[in-house]
């Protein structure tokens, strides 16, 4: 189970890409509302969340990604059941994914010390605060934590999830299938 956190101001897009690509891959992926069951999004587009952060488990949890935008990142960091989810995938070894500003969050944990890892550029201070090591991809795997650039890249965040999650050959099938071209 992949659980994509949304809340009250976060990213559409960096959302909703994942979403889509991971159920292209037949990933089982829910939308888990962190400030409620509707959610809107930085753009002033309301989500309803298949299920509120009260009804996440962490039994068979695989990876929780966690979306940009702000109030959005702001939002998810300050949430005790977030930092509780985060907290459980560090432990059990599971696959933690943030995008745009959201690597922060990581980052202030103290989990990317030592690794490759990337984020807007307003927010690659926190990365570099934090121990990361800066990367000029778009797009980073570094063990268990893939981290993204932002908003532009979603659909490539997206795909790498995909691969980490199933196969680079399902990744690769949805990416012919999508026409996308890697940057």
Same mark, same amino acid.
């Given at each position: ?35 409620? /069951?509707? &959610? #809107?999004?930085?753009? !002033? ?13 962490? *039994? +068979? ?63 690659? /201070?926190? &990365? #570099?605060?934090?121990? !990361? ?13 893939? *981290? +993204? ?35």
């Amino acid at each position: 189970m992949v659980y994509v956190l949304l809340a009250e101001g976060f990213e559409l897009v960096e959302a909703l890409a994942p979403v889509d690509i991971l159920r292209r891959a037949k990933v089982e992926v829910r939308t888990v509302g962190v400030t409620g /069951k509707r &959610v #809107a999004a930085s753009n !002033g587009v309301e989500v309803t969340a298949d299920l509120e952060i009260a009804q996440a488990e962490t *039994t +068979g949890l695989d990876c929780v990604v966690l979306p940009g935008g702000l109030p959005g990142t702001l939002n998810l960091e300050k949430s005790q059941e977030v930092q509780a989810l985060v907290d459980a995938c560090a432990k059990n070894g599971k696959l933690l994914a943030a995008i745009c500003a959201a690597p922060s969050i990581l980052a202030h944990k103290g989990l990317l010390k030592g690794r490759n890892a990337t984020a807007f550029p307003n927010f690659q /201070k926190d &990365v #570099a605060e934090g121990g !990361g090591i800066l990367s000029e991809n778009y797009v980073v795997q570094d063990g268990l934590f893939i *981290t +993204g650039r932002g908003m532009g890249v979603s659909v490539q965040f997206g795909l790498k999830l995909a691969e980490a999650l199933t196969s680079k050959e399902t990744a690769d099938a949805i990416r012919a299938g999508i026409q996308f071209e890697t940057l």
